[in-house]
């Protein structure tokens, strides 16, 4: 398998879950800072331009990062990163939907690329800080809905937790916002864990 990933960005989490099942990969850099995803050479790989994209070993490329979190937990069944009842992987989809379809793109995306947001540069800061109070009220919504226990499922630990922590990770690191107490406790749980160290330290980021 090889991810084509850009450092920091949230194919960070794909990373973490490949971390996890330890099972070898390769790694495509796709500087998103250079606007290497749109060069022709990975629009070639993946003509959506983004990452994270996986390409498997027969070949075939998965896109979209609750896709490739899915097949990757499904496909490795042995290292338990989705639940195998439906109620419970239900859930576990849930999760990935509302992290990658709600509080990435309206929470993060405005204000680390405001400009997609308006055309009118003064309307910058205002694009910027709606995005934070976005990213709040959507990390509020997550404290409140939190059942027991460190992990986002009450099952355990899952791929949701690796799509979690990209967020929580831009929130304390890149925003300078303050995480609520079970995010907060999540966060740490995560930068604990072994998997996560050495994707943070393979991507060069700190920890």
């Known amino acids: 398998m090889k991810l ?3 450092p920091g960005a949230c194919s960070v989490g794909i990373h973490v879950i490949l971390e996890e099942l330890g099972k070898p990969y390769e790694l495509g850099l796709v500087a998103l800072k250079d606007g290497a995803q749109h060069k022709p050479d990975y629009v070639a790989v993946n003509p959506k331009s983004k990452v994270p994209a996986l390409l498997r070993d027969d070949g075939s490329l998965l896109t979209e990062f609750p896709v490739i979190a899915m097949w990757l937990g499904r496909a490795n069944p042995e290292a338990g990163l989705v639940p195998k009842d439906l109620e419970g992987e239900t ?3 849930e999760m ?9 793109p ?22 910027v800080e709606q995005g934070k109070t976005l990213a709040k009220k ?10 027991d226990g460190t992990w986002v499922l009450p099952s355990g630990y899952s791929v949701a937790d690796a799509a979690l922590f ?42």
């Open 166 to 207: 990209f967020v929580e990770y831009w929130a304390t690191r890149r925003s300078g916002m303050t995480l609520p107490p079970h995010l907060d406790a999540h966060l740490k749980a995560m930068l604990a864990r072994p998997a996560v160290q050495r994707t943070l330290a393979q991507e060069g980021l700190a920890a």
């Open 106 to 127: 309206q929470g993060f995306t405005r204000q680390f690329r405001a400009a997609n947001f308006t055309p009118r540069e003064e309307d910058l800061p205002k694009v």
């Open 96 to 104: 990935l939907d509302y992290v990658c379809g709600t509080v990435h």
């Open 4 to 6: 084509f990933y850009s």
């Open 91 to 93: 859930r576990c989809a």
């Open 138 to 147: 959507y990390f509020d919504v997550l404290q409140a809905t939190w059942t």
